[in-house]
């Protein structure tokens, strides 16, 4: 890969982060677990578990 390419990706991943979620690598993370605790990522799990019975 060309450094003019490397420089390129970084830019399109950071454009990626200030409007998308998706981490600096470029992998997408789901708006509904994005920033939350552990804990807090449980009880939704737990939530939407519950939703389908």
């Known amino acids: 890969m060309k450094k003019d ?8 991943i950071g454009n990626l982060e ?3 979620d998706v981490t600096k690598y470029g992998e997408f993370v ?4 994005a920033w939350i605790s552990l804990e807090e990522q449980k009880n939704r799990v737990d939530k939407m578990e ?4």
Do not use: L, P
Request: no cysteine; aromatic share 22%.
């Open 5 to 12: 390419d490397k420089k390129f990706a970084k830019e399109e």
């Open 18 to 20: 200030r409007y998308e």
């Open 30 to 33: 789901s708006s509904y677990f």
């Open 50 to 53: 519950n939703m389908t019975k």
